[in-house]
């Protein structure tokens, strides 16, 4: 049984059915023992969450799959969704059994409409197999069934509680937590939001088991990852590579072995140069939700930081001000570096302000522009590209 195998045949059904053998708590504990963290890039643990909602108080629970892949630079869950669909429902239902769930939404992202009649169409033979709908496989017990849910286009309904308000026919806003979803989610009942690629996952913890799962890896970043390669690269893609793989390692494999610097975690992940290509891409050291932009000698780094700036302050929901503002003034202060009109005080400054955003910002997106910013600043300041 080889490694690579989130991107590799899949009887459907295959992770229900081993997940209807189980008890539901069984399940639950399975996925905790394999080690799962969330996918999209926080990282949480999987049947922690899991386990919390089958917890929760009430009869009715739901079960959300984020598909509003906004981080630019990745690409991965559309692969899975095109290539990869009953993959990621199966994983959907086994959570839904699991947590006592009787519906699943998958929220998609408003540039991937071209996808949703192809997706209704698998749902649809699902529902004709007996994989969906009432009485699941002859379980009188369960039924389950999963809609799509058209997002609104905002970076910032990639946030669960955000994607939530707009799947509640609301501006697309990050809540006050807690309470978390898993208490009070969708329709103000217990839910479960997790990433396409760790539903996918799911299904092969159910498959192949545990153990196996956990073998792969590290102590504290379990199990295989997609990662979407794209920039200055020979072999730009998506790839499947265990987690805890180091820069230099991923880049031999892409063709990108003279890369300046490197993006990981798109545009609101860190920066890392050439001296540090011996780092560990894990929850342990550098996180991803999946993004990995290469950047060659040639790249203007400022001009990279801009853009990205540009990004946040354009997908910003300006319901706090830290972000709202920060954004703005981060920006400001990149043009005028790249006009070399900034004194050194103003980059302290510039620093102090994306890093108190870090901590005052209502939700990731103003939360994040620290990293990029200061990370992106100091490869500039190295000379590692032009």
């Not at 369960?142 to 809609?147: C, L, P």
């Not at 004194?343 to 990293?371: F, H, T, V």
């Not at 600043?377 to 590692?384: K, R």
């Amino acid at each position: 049984m080889g490694d690579r195998v989130i991107l590799g045949p899949y009887a459907p059904g295959t992770a229900v059915d081993a997940a209807l053998d189980q008890r539901r708590s069984d399940v639950v504990m399975t996925v905790r023992e394999s080690g799962l963290r969330g996918r999209g890039g926080a990282g949480f643990p999987t049947g922690t969450k899991w386990m919390l909602a089958a917890a929760a108080a009430g009869d009715e629970k739901y079960v959300i799959c984020n598909a509003d892949e906004g981080e630019p630079g990745t690409f991965k869950d559309r692969v899975l969704l095109q290539e990869y669909p009953d993959l990621v429902f199966d994983g959907m239902v086994t959570a839904g059994y699991a947590i006592g769930a009787k519906e699943g939404y998958v929220y998609l992202r408003a540039e991937y409409r071209y996808m949703l009649d192809a997706l209704e169409n698998v749902l649809e033979k699902m529902r004709s197999e007996g994989r969906l709908g009432n009485a699941i496989r002859g379980r009188e017990d369960f039924d389950f069934d999963i809609h799509i849910h058209l997002g609104s286009g905002a970076y910032v309904c990639g946030e669960e509680s955000a994607l939530i308000e707009s799947m509640e026919g609301r501006r697309g806003e990050p809540r006050i937590r807690p309470p978390f979803p898993v208490v009070a989610g969708y329709l103000n009942k217990p839910t479960v939001v997790n990433n396409v690629e760790t539903f996918a996952l799911v299904s092969r913890v159910m498959e192949h088991g545990a153990d196996w799962f956990r073998g792969i890896g590290t102590e504290e970043s379990a199990g295989l990852k997609l990662y979407s390669v794209s920039g200055d690269v020979q072999e730009p893609g998506v790839y499947e590579l265990p987690m805890g793989i180091t820069v230099n390692a991923l880049l031999e494999t892409v063709g990108g072995t003279d890369a300046a610097a490197v993006q990981i975690g798109g545009a609101s992940g860190t920066m890392v140069t050439r001296r540090e290509f011996d780092r560990k891409i894990a929850f342990e050291d550098i996180a991803t939700g999946g993004s990995i932009i290469v950047f060659g000698p040639e790249r203007n780094l400022l001009g990279v930081l801009e853009n990205f700036l540009e990004f946040f302050a354009e997908e910003s929901c300006g319901q706090c001000t830290p972000c709202r503002l920060g954004t703005m003034r981060l920006l400001e202060g990149v043009r005028d570096l790249q006009n070399g009109s900034v004194e050194p005080e103003r980059i302290d400054a510039l620093r102090n302000l994306a890093d108190s955003m870090a901590i005052s910002a209502k939700c990731g997106l103003g939360q994040s522009c620290n990293a990029p910013f200061g990370s992106i600043l100091d490869a500039h300041l190295e000379g590692v590209a032009r």
